[in-house]
């Protein structure tokens, strides 16, 4: 059994900044990609930015510049630095790993509101 749990969002004005934490537990034995992705009411789900285990990134056209991903392979934590933020970055942010248990994983955390004020 293989959890994601995030934790950081809330509400922010804009303007302002926000770290979002995804750690991985349970039976792990290495994890691949780890990204995020963002849902808006009404809308689908969406890309944010994703990193590799060797820590590649990438990163959807609207948060460029201002959303930093990063890891921590020893805590198997990734985390989502967010500045500068808009009213258009409201949303449910969701975590997703590839874990390598006795098996190829894909998990998605629980997800997490963040709520940005104009």
């Known amino acids: 059994q293989v959890q994601l749990v995030e934790s950081g969002g809330g509400l922010v004005q804009a303007g302002g900044s926000l770290r979002l934490a995804c750690a991985a537990s349970?039976?792990?034995?290495?994890?691949?990609?780890m990204g995020w992705y963002r849902q808006a009411p009404g809308k689908q789900r969406e890309l944010v930015a994703t990193?590799?285990?060797?820590?590649?990134?990438n990163y959807a056209d609207s948060v460029k510049g201002r959303f930093t991903i990063s890891r921590d392979n020893a805590k198997n934590t990734a985390y989502l630095q967010m500045n500068s933020l808009k009213p258009e970055d409201t949303a449910v942010y969701y975590c997703?790993?590839?874990?390598?248990?006795?098996?190829?994983?894909?998990?998605w955390g629980q997800g997490n509101l963040v709520t940005v004020s104009s």
């Open positions: 349970g039976s792990i034995f290495r994890i691949g990609a």
């Open positions: 997703n790993a590839l874990v390598l248990t006795v098996t190829m994983l894909e998990v």
């Open positions: 990193i590799t285990l060797g820590g590649s990134t």
